[in-house]
């Protein structure tokens, strides 16, 4: 077990091997298991290794994927690259994607967030 989260409870997407796999949320289930993996292997091999660092150098590399990904493919009339023409419009599909993801995540909501009310 490493750090004061154990690690065992970040493996807890249940979702993600349950769903029924079509050809089309393949390759988006596999990288999301596989980069959730990736995060508690390296937790795994170094217990003093902070699971937000780990955290946050996987989101680091999501996004530059993702923005690589994004890049626009010149033809000023591709209705494929219109929401990601430009920096700032890579921005907001960013942060859409990134607020639905969250919303859908099971870890959206903690119980130990400050404003849950303890009647
Ligand atoms: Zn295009």
């Known amino acids: 077990m490493s750090g004061i989260i154990a690690a065992g409870s970040l493996t807890a997407f249940p979702n993600v091997t ?3 796999q079509t050809e089309d949320s393949q390759p988006f289930d596999e990288a999301f298991s ?3 993996d990736l995060g508690n292997q390296i937790a795994d091999g170094d217990d003093k290794a902070d699971l937000w660092d780990i ?3 996987l989101l680091a590399g999501a996004v530059q994927y ?3 990904t994004r890049q626009p493919c010149g033809d000023a009339r591709c209705e494929d690259c219109l929401a990601i023409g430009t920096a700032e419009a890579r921005m907001a599909e960013l942060r859409r994607l990134v607020e639905q993801l969250s919303e859908e995540s099971q870890y959206f909501h903690a119980p130990t967030d400050s ?3 303890r009647a």
Do not use: F, I, K, M
């Open 18 to 20: 349950a769903n029924t």
């Open 34 to 36: 596989r980069a959730v």
């Open 55 to 57: 955290a946050d150098g």
């Open 66 to 68: 993702w923005l690589y």
């Open 115 to 117: 404003n849950v009310g």
